[in-house]
């Protein structure tokens, strides 16, 4: 290679490496034990988690019952995906994941990026799924009446924001009594909780000592992990099987009106949260080398998991937006919500147990993959040897096991919730982008190696282009407005938002206009400007507000305001047309193109500072690549 940074590791080598058991000095090899149905079920375990108890609250609020379009975009974006997983995973059928496939495709530099890129999936998304797991676990505790104290069941930043929130209230007369729950929980935390130096000790200890638990159970052994798995499983599909059966029998399809009441803009918000309920899938790729055949059973196990968890989430949103108001559906516990409304309380006590179980078995899927990464990554030298060291007895690798397990309790601790899991789904995102690009890499390859699974060859040459003119012809017809704004640097502002800026005589002409252009609905708020505008409905809002005849700064974020927001979506444009000028020209096939595209497609609709903050840990990952990996290596020996 012209560069040692992409120098490349061959699928020869690497079986090879795998089968010997390089880098543990035993030559201990991993249990082979597992069959379709239990990868199918590591698959279930860690998609149909905290996503369907939580997040999919907020994300049929914000985009009604037309959420399930992106349910089934997401799951078309990661079924493109998991094709090409599954022919890696069958062409190289070792423990590294995408960190291994990328070696082998695009070189050592791409394979350092993406195994430190996985970091982001397995561990910070179990700090995550640890910390939901103790919301669960916590609620729970108080339905039986066995209160945890607040100061030991979140962290420190949550308290003080909702201590300072509690304190606005007091002031404005509200008593711990009336406020909402919630909030006086975490005035409780911050009042009672002991100090030390002036410092509130405040601590999430149910997400430590679950984490803990979990740890235990992969560090003793694979069989363990699959029967904990499987048993997790059964629970969660028999009360998710309970859930949408019952709930189909009080559903009201008047509450399907509007099906998208804020519109592509309102669906398209719960990126982060529907595809932070997809993501690890994939992880059972890290079971490779504990597979009986895993050339055979992985792509099998990848693509039925994937099947059955988006059949179950398009069933429950329609269920929950259909049993009650999408507007309603903006809490913590959905599922409990809806059966609520309808008097049945004792289904939220059996949904309170199994969110405690689905999120567990979430957490140990996710602690399972992350040492095999870092096992793989210590087989090639790019760390040190003790992170591939193979336990005697256990036959799973002990101390990267043991330091996953420090590196997700100790941060559930203190860490805050919201942060964790938008860097979680870009960073998966990112592995789903270079996975379906190795596809693409293999294929052209003259000299391709055998696979019991292969991406079906589609030709992009001529398909693609009429994909792009058809999707590009739909989102004219129906979002033309925002089309031009985009390419005019001018983005509309929120209808929340656009209260605050609105000065008297702006604010006279908009209500003057609104009471014309929406006499019933003006109407409904006794002409309260303010209490229209927070609750009026995007695809209403979006036309009206253009034809108000409110200035551009106004009614518009511009310039930088506009152009730093969007860049995500400037950066996927250039992208579409690299990688379509290419797709057509060579004639790549067109899945792993589908795949990469829709991917990057959800990565560009993060938020800015969330790209932001996915640079900044690529950076410090490239920063220890140069300092230690780089010259470690051992295809630089």
Not at 47 to 75: E, N
Not at 587 to 594: G, M
């Amino acid at each position: 290679m012209a560069s040692p940074l992409f120098r490349k590791k061959s699928i020869t080598t690497i079986l090879k490496d795998a089968e010997a058991g390089l880098g543990d000095g035993e030559h201990n090899a991993l249990n082979k034990v597992l069959g379709v149905r239990d990868l199918t079920f590591f698959g279930i375990a860690a998609v149909i988690g905290a996503g369907i108890f939580t997040s999919i609250g907020k994300a049929c609020y914000d985009g009604g019952p037309g959420v399930i379009y992106l349910y089934i975009f997401t799951a078309v974006a990661c079924g493109f995906a998991a094709m090409c997983y599954a022919e890696f995973a069958s062409t190289v059928p070792v423990s590294g994941s995408a960190y291994t496939y990328s070696y082998v495709a695009f070189g050592e530099i791409f394979a350092w990026i993406i195994g430190w890129d996985l970091l982001m999936e397995y561990a910070i998304g179990n700090i995550a799924v640890a910390i939901s797991w103790s919301a669960y676990f916590t609620n729970l505790m108080d339905k039986f009446h066995l209160h945890i104290v607040d100061w030991l069941t979140m962290d420190y930043s949550t308290a003080h924001s909702g201590f300072n929130d509690a304190k606005d209230l007091l002031a404005q007369g509200q008593t711990l009594q009336t406020m909402d729950p919630v909030i006086a929980s975490k005035y409780m935390a911050w009042t009672q909780a002991p100090q030390l130096f002036g410092l509130h000790l405040i601590m999430d200890l149910p997400a430590l000592l679950i984490v803990v638990l979990i740890t235990w159970v992969v560090f003793v052994g694979i069989r363990e992990s699959r029967t904990l798995s499987n048993v997790l499983v059964g629970i969660k599909l028999v009360v998710i099987f309970l859930v949408i059966v019952l709930g189909g029998y009080y559903m009201d399809k008047a509450n399907w009106t509007p099906f998208t009441p804020h519109g592509i803009g309102g669906v398209m918000k719960g990126v982060s949260a529907v595809f932070f309920a997809y993501i690890g899938f994939d992880a059972i790729s890290t079971t490779a080398e504990e597979c009986k055949d895993a050339q055979r059973d992985l792509p099998k196990g990848m693509i039925y998991s994937l099947i059955i968890c988006t059949i179950l989430y398009v069933l429950l949103a329609l269920v929950l937006t259909g049993m009650i108001k999408y507007s309603s559906l903006n809490v913590g516990d959905p599922l409990a919500l809806v059966f609520d409304a309808r008097g049945l309380k004792w289904i939220a006590a059996i949904i309170a147990v199994s969110a405690v179980v689905a999120t567990a078995s979430v957490l140990l899927v996710f602690q399972m993959g992350q040492p095999r990464i870092w096992m793989s990554m210590s087989r090639d030298g790019l760390l040190p040897k003790i992170f591939s060291r193979i336990h005697p007895k256990y036959k799973t690798p002990s101390f990267s096991t043991i330091l996953t397990g420090f590196v997700v309790a100790i941060p559930a601790l203190f860490l805050n919730l919201d942060v964790v899991i938008a860097l979680t789904s870009i960073g998966t995102l990112f592995a789903f982008v270079l996975v379906c690009g190795g596809v693409i890499v293999l294929q052209q390859q003259p000299t391709r190696a055998e696979s019991k699974f292969r991406v079906p060859y589609v030709s992009s040459r001529y398909l693609l282009p009429l994909l792009l003119i058809i999707i590009a012809a739909l989102t004219w017809k129906f979002n033309k407005n925002s089309v031009k704004e985009f390419f005019q640097n001018k983005t509309l502002i929120e209808s929340t938002s656009l209260y605050q800026r609105l000065g008297a005589t702006d604010s006279t002409l908009l209500k003057t206009k609104i009471a014309v252009m929406d006499k019933a609905g003006f109407n409904q708020y006794n002409g309260n400007l303010k209490m229209y505008l927070d609750s009026v409905y995007s695809t209403q809002y979006r036309p009206m507000i253009r034809k108000t005849g409110l200035p551009d700064n106004v009614i518009y974020d511009l310039g930088s305001d506009s152009f730093i927001p969007n860049m995500p979506q400037w950066l996927f444009l250039v992208v579409l047309i690299i990688i379509s000028y290419f797709a057509i020209k060579r004639n790549y096939s067109l899945i792993p193109v589908l795949g990469l595209l829709s991917c990057f497609y959800l990565m560009a609709q993060e938020s800015h500072t969330n790209w932001w903050r996915f640079i900044i840990w690529l950076i410090i990952g490239l920063t220890i690549y140069f300092l230690y990996s780089r010259k470690n290596s051992k295809l630089a020996q």
